[in-house]
């Protein structure tokens, strides 16, 4: 165990979602073997296309995995009553299964339906077990993924909120002293503070505890956004050079932006939320 916590803390750490992936593969194994069923393997491949990167992604998955199963089933079984292994009819078939996934938008089903319609073509177990294992493979990965370790998202959130803010103070900071200006550290920043927040939304509503400051959080971005463009404006007019001449037209243009930058970042503060 003391090799899979060292993974965890280096520099290129094994990421939860592969732990837990992997997790789910041993307990499908376990469960199909428990339940004297064959072919794990539809198990194991339903568990792993199923795992996503939070608990919400991973039950819409679920969903339109288990219809795409199904139509995997349904196509297979009905072609290969017609000439199992047939070449013709597996390349028709495999048309059939994608366009069907496409029709009714089960967006990443389609492999798992590919595979199940090409086991049935190859006699590769029976539509039961097919369906079955896929289903538990399924389950699992949802229950690992809501129980062990899920994502937590407002953590996230409020930890790049906090690297954002440092960032721009920082590059504030070097535009007052006429020094080179980071905006990429910043517009990083902002694209992860986005990310986090999107995910967090997606979410099913049972599974977000902290709305209210998420959505404190998330209003500020888009002024976050315009203190970026203030930035990148100063950083163009080559600021390395020293202030410019008091009254000169650059030296009008670098208050301007400083004091607007200023001003947008006031309302960042905390308590500011609805100022105007």
């Known amino acids: 165990m003391k090799w899979i916590l060292n993974l965890l803390k280096t520099e ?3 990421g939860f979602r592969v732990v837990k992936t992997g997790i789910a593969v041993t307990m499908c194994i376990v469960v199909v073997s428990f339940l004297k069923l064959d072919e794990p393997f539809f198990a194991v491949i339903a568990a792993v296309v199923t795992m996503g990167k939070s608990i919400d992604a991973s039950i819409k998955m679920g969903k339109n995995k288990l219809v795409g199963v199904l139509i995997g089933a349904a196509v297979g079984y009905g072609l290969v009553m017609v000439s199992p292994g047939n070449a013709g009819l597996c390349g028709v078939g495999i048309i059939i299964t994608l366009y069907l996934c496409h029709l009714f938008r089960l967006y990443g089903a389609a492999t798992l339906s590919c595979f199940v319609f090409a086991a049935m ?6 539509a039961f077990t097919c369906i079955i294992n896929s289903i538990i493979g399924i389950v699992i990965a949802i229950l690992v993924n809501l129980v062990i370790m899920p994502p937590n998202y407002a953590d996230e959130i409020k ?5 954002l803010c440092g960032q721009v103070e920082q590059a504030m900071e070097s535009a007052a002293l006429f020094q080179q200006i980071d905006t990429f550290a910043v517009e990083t920043a902002i694209q992860k503070l986005s990310y986090n927040v999107n995910m967090y939304i997606a979410q099913a509503k049972f599974l977000r505890w902290n709305d209210d400051e998420v959505f404190g959080i998330s209003c500020k971005i888009s002024t976050y956004k315009m203190i970026l463009d203030e930035l990148k404006a100063l950083e163009v ?5 020293g202030p410019a001449e008091s009254g000169s037209e650059i030296a009008v243009v670098y208050h301007y932006h400083m004091d607007r930058m200023q001003e947008l970042y006031e309302h960042t503060l905390p308590g500011t939320e609805n100022a105007k």
Do not use: N, V
């Open 12 to 14: 290129h750490r094994l």
């Open 121 to 126: 073509m190859f006699q590769i177990g029976t």
């Open 159 to 163: 930890k790049s909120f906090t690297y």
């Open 237 to 241: 007019m080559e600021l390395t050079d």
